[in-house]
């Protein structure tokens, strides 16, 4: 079986780490296939390097632009390259367009796709990479579902004879790294309390008065901020001229996968609008505020972890800050898995090849 994944982003490398992983321990072909949507060092290479991924066989370079001419290059790219590879599966990964553009490209070649952390589902149509989610889970073959309320999903849009559910490949990385972590006595000592943050979406940072009072609001914190500055909030920042080192907040680079665990251990809570983030600073038992009005892992409010607060003004409110050891519910529950998801992709792969 040969199976060739296509990545181009910071979330799809944590999680091609794992089924590369599980792959090497096999007599199958793994190819991996580099867009290049994230080519920033601190987005990419530390991932390649920090995560034993191999290197990738093809790299696209395609880099930024529009949704439309970012996709558009990455279907030209990529064209070629199925047609010549002629893959048993194409495996996509997440929501983004290098999600979308290589499982267009396979599913006009009229080869097989497998969508990994199929079924999310945030409801917000003004997310670009829920345009993405939809359409890929709608054409591709094989549907690897991280939760039941994926499956759920899935089955309300007709989609359940194609769905599987297999659990979160990110739960085996990111329990992996945490023990290293842990044994390895890497989380950070402080005197001083902080909270994590990240800030990257469009909706928080393409609006410079959003982007001042989210900033203005993170600096009135009472406890220090350690800012992992995505390239994009630094752009727009720049631009609208919002000053982001300031009061509470410590501006950083963004973390290489190992660190960005450790920081979340050390910390007394997440702020941050992304996706993972969020689904780490759960796993890793830290409270999360997240930024926005829904989220694609619902499970993670309902276990009491997560508080949704698109309301900058309502930051500052959120019981936890003045109680920085205090407990979230405490809970057993593994919504995700338990580390073992990345064997069933590859048992599951196996198991549908003969059938596409």
């Not at 994944?5 to 580099?34: D, M, N, W």
């Not at 987005?43 to 558009?72: K, M, N, R, W, Y």
């Not at 279907?75 to 990964?93: C, F, G, K, M, S």
């Not at 006009?108 to 889970?137: C, I, Y």
């Amino acid at each position: 079986m040969k199976v060739l994944s296509v990545v181009g982003a910071r979330p799809q490398f944590v999680k091609l780490a794992p089924i590369a992983a599980a792959l090497a321990g096999t007599s199958h072909e793994h190819v991996i296939v580099h867009t290049g949507q994230h080519y920033d060092p601190d987005l990419s290479d530390v991932f390649f390097s920090g995560l034993d991924i191999p290197a990738a066989e093809v790299h696209l370079g395609i880099g930024s632009g529009s949704h439309g001419s970012q996709t558009g290059a990455m279907l030209t790219a990529l064209d070629p390259i199925l047609e010549a590879q002629q893959p048993n599966w194409v495996l996509v990964y997440g929501d983004t367009n290098s999600t979308l553009a290589a499982t267009l490209s396979a599913v006009k070649q009229h080869l097989p796709v497998a969508h990994l952390e199929a079924g999310l589902r945030s409801f917000n149509r003004r997310m670009p990479e829920e345009h993405n989610r939809v359409v890929t889970d709608h054409a591709a073959d094989l549907l690897l579902a991280p939760s039941d309320i994926a499956v759920g999903h899935l089955e309300r849009e007709g989609l359940v004879a194609r769905t599987r559910l297999v659990g979160d490949v990110m739960v085996d990385v990111c329990f992996r790294v945490r023990d290293q972590v842990l044994e390895a006595d890497e989380v950070p000592a402080s005197d001083q309390p902080y909270l994590l943050a990240t800030m990257h979406r469009p909706d928080n940072t393409d609006d410079p008065r959003r982007l001042e009072d989210l900033v203005s609001a993170l600096a009135e914190l009472p406890l220090s901020v350690r800012l992992l500055a995505h390239p994009r909030l630094l752009a727009r920042a720049a631009a609208a001229g919002v000053v982001l080192e300031r009061g509470s907040i410590t501006i950083e680079r963004p973390l290489p996968y190992r660190e960005l665990v450790a920081a979340v251990l050390g910390s007394s809570g997440v702020v941050t609008d992304s996706g993972g983030l969020q689904k780490e600073a759960f796993l890793l038992r830290r409270p999360c505020t997240t930024l926005r009005t829904e989220t694609e892992w619902s499970e993670t409010v309902r276990e009491g972890w997560n508080s949704l607060v698109p309301d900058p003004h309502l930051l500052g409110h959120q019981e936890w800050l003045d109680t920085p050891t205090r407990s979230c519910p405490e809970t057993a529950a593994a919504p995700y898995g338990t580390g073992r998801a990345a064997e069933a992709v590859v048992r599951e792969l196996e198991s549908h090849v003969a059938l596409t």
